[in-house]
């Protein structure tokens, strides 16, 4: 069965996701074939909405990563100024995992949960 058969069993990860700290928000979008994976940082606060910061607002943090199964997507993250080769987990309908890694060694994971109102 090919990767668009498979995704009807786990709920779409289009919509908006919250980093665990809860200071920043990220549109999650299909894009690319429609199958790629696109998220674009859009709210940034608690402490987060810096002078640092902002001019990461309304950038990508992940730009056309590529499916490898269900729920999994490969590709680029770019992390407030820094490129990572990165992982995109759906653990469920409401959590993801982010995991980046730099130079192989450096790595990181991010849990994002669906931000509801």
């Known amino acids: 069965m090919g990767l668009g058969g498979?995704?009807?069993a786990m709920a779409s990860p289009v919509g908006v996701w919250e980093i665990e700290s809860r200071d920043s928000r990220y549109d999650v979008t299909f894009c690319?074939?429609?199958?790629?994976l696109c998220a674009e940082?859009?709210?940034?606060g608690n402490g987060a909405d810096n002078p640092t910061n902002m001019p990461y607002l309304?950038?990508?943090?992940?730009?056309g990563a590529m499916p490898t199964d269900t729920g999994r997507w490969e590709g680029k993250l770019h992390?407030?100024?820094?490129?990572a080769d990165g992982t995109i987990t759906q653990v469920s309908a409401d959590?993801?995992?982010l995991r980046?890694?730099?130079?192989?060694?450096l790595c990181r994971s991010y849990q994002l949960y669906r931000y509801a109102k």
Do not use: P, R, S
Request: glycine share 16%; net charge negative; charged share 5%.
């Open 6 to 8: 498979m995704a009807g």
């Open 32 to 36: 690319g074939d429609g199958t790629q």
């Open 58 to 63: 309304n950038t990508l943090l992940i730009e």
């Open 41 to 44: 940082l859009i709210w940034l």
């Open 79 to 83: 992390l407030f100024g820094q490129t």
């Open 100 to 105: 980046g890694c730099v130079a192989v060694v």
């Open 95 to 97: 959590q993801m995992t």
